[in-house]
């Protein structure tokens, strides 16, 4: 069996979960990143990220490595959540392990969430942590250099 935790991100993790997602292939089915390849604008940004308290992030560690994050945020008075996991370990359920156990920190609700239409897995993922589909809309993907239609997810 896999062991599968989440602990409060640091620092140290930064290079790491920059390698993570600058994987071509997550960046196109992330779709909405900003900083995919620029290494310095990442660690600039989740620096600022890491000292914002409104912001609870998380590094996702399988057997002792760091695989991937789960975070939380607040955008325009609506408490979201984000998650990325290393393509290698798509599929193995632990993104959905991963975002249960930040949920189980958040005292909020409700809870928003968002994916590229075509993201199922992603899909999957919220599905099965209780978000509902709650609407739709064309937002412009940076990874993708084009507008796509977005998902949108709650959780009550």
């Known amino acids: 069996m896999t062991d599968i ?7 140290a993790d930064l290079p790491a979960l920059f390698e993570i997602q ?3 292939d997550g ?10 390849n620029d290494r310095e604008k990442y660690l600039r940004k989740y620096r600022d990220l890491l000292a914002d ?9 399988v057997d002792d490595a760091v695989v991937g994050s ?4 607040v955008m325009d008075g609506e408490t979201e959540v984000t998650y990325w996991i290393r393509r290698e370990f798509w599929g193995r359920g632990i993104a959905t392990k991963a975002l249960a156990a930040l949920l189980a920190e958040l005292p909020v ?11 199922a897995g992603s899909v999957r993922v919220l599905e099965r942590n209780g978000f509902v589909r709650i609407g739709e ?20």
């Open 5 to 11: 935790s989440v602990r409060a991100t640091t620092e």
């Open 109 to 119: 609700r409700p809870v928003f969430a968002r994916a590229a239409h075509d993201n």
């Open 137 to 156: 809309e064309e937002s412009f993907a940076q990874a993708r250099h084009r507008d796509i239609k977005e998902v949108i997810f709650q959780l009550s």
């Open 27 to 36: 960046q196109f089915m992330a779709a909405f990143t900003d900083t995919a």
């Open 53 to 61: 308290d409104s912001v609870t992030n998380r590094v996702i560690i």
């Open 70 to 73: 789960v975070a939380s945020f």
């Open 22 to 24: 600058a994987d071509a």
